[in-house]
């Protein structure tokens, strides 16, 4: 049988990953009371890096939220076989490098200092009542007045508001990993071509580096961030590229392996009581990493519209389509082959040479756009 809770808050955020957490915090700022209701029983050292930028850590700042992070240099992409730069792009104040676990921890930490309820251990088995009742794994149905569907791109939230939306395989599949280094730039670099790319940048005292390498497939089923690989596997991927990465490559002890699925924004974000942020409301591909920074934008915006979610969802669609375009077309780029490689990085350099900034100037709308000043 299942047995009824009482309201407990203004607010109920399914979900405390990046979206919920940085909503919950807007929301108690606001003065609303907010649960938050996460499955994992602990908090731990899930994920590996992300790259905050200025849009997102505008936010970050607003929320009174300074995680541990490496501040990054530049953006430096590098011909994969050959091993030789291509274009070395300097980045102003603003770009992090950040361990998702200690973003993750300091947006918590934030929680309980405003005030925010956060179960733990608790997982949502089903929506209903137009999205103001949850049922929850130890049996029990809360009521809510509003909830906030921050549980990613594969959870109940988005089943309820569109349960026909369904992502397709891209045809790449993304390994990540994490290896111990004694020296490396503090910058995010792109070693690019023939099919696959990989991006690596380093981590808390700079001693760690996080590994992302992506691989054209034809065919993969598996999504989600968890299903360990062979790291042989990774090695031969890259066996035709330059010596760093595969000496890199060779010290990587632990995989994980997944299959990108571009799903394009969810069709509708609101369904009744319940509106979808964050991942669940548009999986972004990894290739301009901006799925925190969006999802970060998204709770901030949403929680000064909390009433007006049709009103939010219309002012921020426009920004968040445009987003994930760029990172559709990022990852073809980067992929090129033969002469279109050739041609391509040619250009690149003279562009590095004549105008180095040119690259990253048109990220100027993502960047520099500050949803903390309206
Ligand atoms: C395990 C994991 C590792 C990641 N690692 C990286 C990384 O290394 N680099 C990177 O760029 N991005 C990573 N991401 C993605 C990145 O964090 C997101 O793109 C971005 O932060 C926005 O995510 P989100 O908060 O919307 O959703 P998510 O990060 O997916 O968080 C959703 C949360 O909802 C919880 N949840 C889901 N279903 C239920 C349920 N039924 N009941 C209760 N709770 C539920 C999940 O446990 C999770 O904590 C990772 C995501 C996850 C879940």
């Not at 809510?144 to 891209?170: K, M, N």
């Not at 989600?224 to 010290?251: E, V």
């Not at 990894?286 to 915006?301: H, I, K, R, V």
């Not at 077309?329 to 900034?357: C, D, E, F, M, Q």
Request: charged share 20%.
């Amino acid at each position: 049988m299942i047995a009824s809770a009482v309201l407990a808050s203004d607010v109920t955020v399914l979900g405390a990953g990046i979206a919920g957490l940085a909503m919950a915090v807007a929301c108690a700022q606001r003065g609303r009371s907010v649960t938050v209701i996460e499955q994992a029983a602990a908090l731990t050292d899930i994920g590996a890096g992300l790259q905050i930028a200025p849009n997102g850590g505008r936010v970050l700042a607003a929320l009174g939220v300074t995680p541990r992070a490496i501040a990054s240099r530049a953006v430096h992409v590098i011909d994969g076989v050959s091993g030789k730069s291509v274009i070395r792009m300097p980045l102003g104040p603003g770009f992090r490098l950040i361990h998702r676990a200690d973003l993750i921890s300091a947006l918590a930490d934030r929680a309980a200092d405003v005030g925010v309820t956060l179960r733990l251990d608790t997982r949502v088995t089903d929506i209903a009542d137009g999205g103001r009742a949850l049922h929850l794994s130890e049996d029990t149905a809360m009521p809510t007045a509003r909830l906030i569907g921050a549980d990613g791109a594969r959870g109940r939230a988005r089943a309820f508001v569109e349960p026909d939306h369904r992502g397709a395989f891209t045809g790449q599949v993304a390994w990540r990993a994490i290896v111990p280094v004694d020296q490396w730039p503090a910058e995010a670099q792109i070693h690019t071509g023939n099919g696959r790319h990989l991006v690596c940048y380093p981590l808390r005292d700079g001693r760690a580096l996080n590994i992302v390498a992506v691989e054209e497939r034809t065919a993969w089923t598996e999504a989600g961030w968890s299903h360990t690989d062979d790291p042989a596997h990774l090695r031969a991927a890259f066996a035709g590229y330059a010596t760093p990465i595969r000496r890199l490559l060779d010290r990587v002890e632990t995989v994980h392996l997944w299959g990108l699925m571009d799903h394009g924004a969810t069709p509708r974000w609101t369904r009744g009581a319940c509106t979808l942020i964050g991942d669940a409301a548009h999986p972004t591909l990894p290739f301009l990493a901006q799925g925190a920074n969006l999802a970060l934008e998204d709770a901030l915006t949403l929680a000064a519209m909390l009433d007006d979610p049709a009103g939010w969802e219309a002012a921020r669609r426009p920004r968040v389509a445009r987003a994930l375009a760029v990172a559709r077309s990022n990852a073809r780029n980067y992929h090129l082959s033969g002469a279109k490689r050739i041609l391509g990085h040619g250009a690149l350099r003279t562009l590095n040479v004549i105008r180095p900034t040119a690259m990253l100037g048109r990220y100027d709308w993502l960047y520099n756009h500050d949803v903390t000043a309206g």
